[in-house]
C-alpha cells in the first residue's frame, strides 16, 4: 500500500506554495457555492413556486454538458496547459451565476433562466473539475495525493458549515436570487487566486498524447473499462451518481413541504452535515492509511445507502422530525466525504499523467452523464408516487452501489495491479 503522508496539518501547504494556491482558490469558491448549493433550489421552489418536474429538469440541465462534452474536455485538458483552463473555468462561473441576481433584480427571473444558467454554469463547472483533478497530482507528489484530496475536501466541509447557514440567513433576509450574489464574487476572487500558481506545464505537455482528437478519445475510454479498479469505481460510483440524483431531486420538496422546514433551518442542517463532512476529511488519512482507499469507499457507500433509507421516515418521527434529518444528514455528509477522498485518490494515483484529463472526463461522463436521466426520474417518481417512496427508491439504488464494489477488485491493493 503506498505510504501515506505524516506531519503536520499544514505540512503540504507549507512545503508547497502552489499547492497553497490552489486551495486557497478552492477554499473562496466553495464558499460561494455552499450558498448558491441551498440558494438555488429554493430559487425555483420557494420563489418560482415549481414542482418535480421543474426540479428534475434544472438537476438535470446542470448535468447535461457532461453527456455533451465531456469526452472532448477531457482530450483539451491533455492536450493543453490544465492552469489556464481553470482560471478562466473561474471566472466563467462567476459571469453566469450572476445572471441570476441581475434577473431578479430587473424583473427577468424565470425557470427558463435558472435552466439556461444550470447548463452553462455546468460546463464551466465540469471544466473546472476535470482541470483541477488532473492538474493536483503535477503539483504534489503521488505519495501525497491523499494527503492533497484530504486538505482540499477539508475546505469544502469547512465551508459547508458556514455556508448553509450564513445562506439561510440571507435568503431570508434578501431572498433566495441575491443571495446567489456572494457565489458570483467568490468564484472571481478564486480566479484571481489560481492564476497566482507558479508551476510550469511546458514539460508536462510535451510528454503528453498526439495523437488524433478520436484515437485519443478511444485510449481513454480502452484504459478506463480495461483498468479492473478503475472499471469497478466507474461502475459502483455511477450507481451512487444515480442514487443521489433521484434523491437531490424531491429533497428539497420533502423538506421544505412535508416536513416543514424553512430556510433557516435548512441552512442549519447544512452547516451540521459540513461539520460531520469536516471530521470525514480529517479521519480520511488516517482511516486511508489503515484500511485501503478501496476498502474505505465499501464502508462509505454502506453507510450512504443506510441513511438515505431512513430519511423518507423522518415524518413519522414526530417532534423528534428535525434531529433525525440533522443526525441523518450529518452520517451522509461523514461518508460521502469519506468516499470522494478515496475515489479520487485511488483514481489519480493508478492512472498515469498523459491519461488523467481523457480518464477523468471518461470516468465523468458514465458517473455524471447518468444524472440528468435520474434526475428526470426522479422528478416522474415524485410526481407518479410521492416523495418518500422516491427517497426510499434512490436508498435501494444507493444499496446495489455498496454491494457492487463489496465484491469488487477495489478491495485489492492498487500496486498488486498493473495500468500499462
Known amino acids: 500500500m503506498r505510504r501515506v503522508s505524516e506531519g503536520g496539518f499544514f505540512r503540504l501547504a507549507r512545503s508547497n506554495s502552489d499547492f497553497a494556491r490552489l486551495w486557497g482558490g478552492v477554499t473562496i469558491s466553495d464558499l460561494g457555492s455552499s450558498v448558491t448549493n441551498l440558494a438555488l433550489p429554493l430559487v425555483a421552489v420557494i420563489t418560482l413556486q415549481v414542482g418535480a418536474k421543474e426540479m428534475g429538469f434544472l438537476n438535470a440541465a446542470s448535468h447535461l454538458p457532461v453527456l455533451l462534452f465531456a469526452l472532448i474536455a477531457g482530450v483539451w485538458i491533455d492536450r493543453a496547459k490544465r492552469k489556464p483552463i481553470l482560471v478562466a473555468s ?74 448553509p447557514g450564513a445562506a439561510g440567513y440571507l435568503v431570508d433576509i434578501l431572498g433566495a436570487p441575491l443571495a446567489i450574489l456572494v457565489d458570483s464574487v467568490s468564484y472571481f476572487l478564486s480566479g484571481l487566486c489560481l492564476s497566482r500558481i507558479r508551476f510550469d506545464e511546458s514539460d508536462d505537455i510535451k510528454t503528453r498524447m498526439n495523437q488524433g482528437v478520436l484515437a485519443a478519445i478511444k485510449e481513454g475510454i480502452s484504459t478506463l473499462f480495461s483498468h479492473p479498479i478503475l472499471r469497478a469505481m466507474t461502475i459502483g460510483t455511477a450507481l451512487a451518481s444515480a442514487a443521489g440524483a433521484v434523491q437531490h431531486t424531491v429533497w428539497t420538496l420533502f423538506l421544505v413541504r412535508t416536513l416543514n422546514i424553512t430556510p433557516i433551518w435548512l441552512g442549519i442542517i447544512g452547516s451540521v452535515a ?104 426522479g422528478g416522474y417518481l415524485g410526481e407518479t408516487f410521492g416523495w418518500e417512496t422516491t427517497l426510499l427508491i434512490s436508498a435501494a439504488v444507493m444499496m446495489m452501489a455498496f454491494t457492487y464494489l463489496m465484491f469488487s477488485p477495489v478491495r485489492v491493493p492498487p500496486e498488486a495491479i498493473v495500468t500499462e
Open 90 to 163: 473561474a471566472f466563467g462561473q462567476g459571469l453566469v451565476i450572476g445572471l441570476v441576481p441581475a434577473a431578479a433584480l430587473v424583473g427577468w427571473l424565470s425557470i427558463e433562466l435558472l435552466y439556461i444558467v444550470a447548463f452553462i454554469s455546468g460546463t464551466l463547472a465540469m471544466m473546472y473539475v476535470l482541470a483541477s483533478t488532473s492538474f493536483l497530482p503535477s503539483i504534489v507528489k503521488r505519495e501525497d495525493l491523499v494527503e492533497g484530496n484530504a486538505r482540499l475536501q477539508l475546505s469544502t466541509s469547512t465551508t459547508n458549515v458556514a455556508g
Open 274 to 377: 459540513g461539520g460531520a463532512s469536516i471530521i470525514g476529511a480529517l479521519s480520511a488519512v488516517p482511516l486511508t492509511k489503515r484500511m485501503g482507499e478501496g476498502w474505505l469507499m465499501i464502508i462509505a457507500l454502506l453507510l450512504e445507502g443506510i441513511t438515505m433509507g431512513v430519511l423518507p421516515f423522518a415524518g413519522h418521527f414526530g417532534w423528534m422530525k428535525l434531529p433525525a434529518v440533522i443526525a441523518v444528514q450529518a452520517v451522509f455528509s461523514l461518508a460521502l466525504t469519506l468516499f470522494s477522498i478515496s475515489q479520487i485518490s485511488l483514481r489519480q494515483a493508478v492512472t498515469p499523467d498523459r491519461l488523467l484529463g481523457r480518464i477523468n472526463a471518461s470516468r465523468r461522463l458514465v458517473v455524471f452523464g447518468i444524472i440528468p436521466i435520474a434526475a428526470l426520474s
